[in-house]
Antibody, heavy 123, light 108 residues
Framework: QLLLQESGPGLVKPSETLSLTCTVS??????????WGWIRQPPGKGLEWIGT???????YYNPSLKSRVSISIDTSKNQFSLKLKSVTAADTAVYYC???????????????WGQGTLVTVSS | EIVMTQSPATLSVSPGERATLSCRAS??????LAWYQQKPGQAPRLLFY???TRATGIPARFSGSGSGTEFTLTISSLQSEDVAIYCC??????????FGQGTKLEIK
């Protein structure tokens, strides 16, 4: 059973950089069939896709966040990471990591998801 | 960017009754639509992909339909454990993937 687990600070100061890591267990992140993504959900609001990375390191970002986002992957540790710089209170959200298939392998839906981690931006 | 619009925002249904939730895309997405269920304090759970294909372990009282720009999630006989927020997602044209704002399903 594939499991994903987010980790990182729960509190970040305004203007600083939010950093989170997703650790994958029960399967390899080094797969040509899947992408690995980050999604967030502000309190009481809907889901927003942040970005996606492939095992090769290729990345795709939401244009609305592209200037502030960086996603990286460490296949040796079976982890991928998110950095969001210059955060404001609007970046307060539950951050999820999830897997989705490549177009040539399957439906590009998010499954499974990590349990999520709340990151609050406040001084 | 494809905008996903869900209606209603909140739906109250009596136990055993039918619940019908709608999702509309701002342009045609074929059948490239997923539905997720999110219970309080939990991560979203995949219900459907390809608009109408149930994910593993999803009960048969749940059904999905539609194509193009109009999609529907139906729960044929509402159970108490179905109380949740239901969200649609398009994957026809990305980046970006886009989600609807969700429909909150309550027991009347």
């Amino acid at each position: 059973q594939l499991l994903l687990q987010e980790s990182g600070p729960g509190l970040v100061k305004p203007s600083e950089t939010l950093s989170l890591t997703c650790t994958v267990s029960g399967g390899s992140i080094n797969s040509s069939n899947y992408y690995w993504g980050w999604i967030r959900q502000p309190p009481g609001k809907g889901l927003e896709w942040i970005g996606t990375i492939y095992y090769s390191g290729s990345t795709y970002y939401n244009p609305s966040l592209k200037s502030r986002v960086s996603i990286s992957i460490d296949t040796s540790k079976n982890q991928f990471s998110l950095k969001l710089k210059s955060v404001t209170a609007a970046d307060t959200a539950v951050y999820y990591c999830a897997r989705h298939a490549t177009p040539w392998f399957g439906e590009q839906v998010f499954d499974p998801w990590g349990q999520g981690t709340l990151v609050t931006v406040s001084s | 960017e494809i905008v996903m619009t869900q209606s209603p925002a909140t739906l109250s249904v009596s136990p055993g009754e039918r619940a019908t939730l709608s999702c509309r895309a701002s342009q045609s997405i074929g059948s490239n639509l997923a539905w997720y269920q999110q219970k309080p304090g939990q991560a979203p759970r995949l219900l459907f992909y390809g608009a109408s294909t149930r994910a593993t372990g999803i009960p048969a009282r749940f059904s999905g339909s539609g194509s193009g720009t109009e999609f529907t999630l139906t729960i044929s006989s509402l159970q108490s454990e179905d109380v949740a927020i239901y969200c649609c997602q398009q994957y026809n044209n990305w980046p970006p993937f886009t989600f609807g704002q969700g429909t909150k399903l309550e027991i009347k």
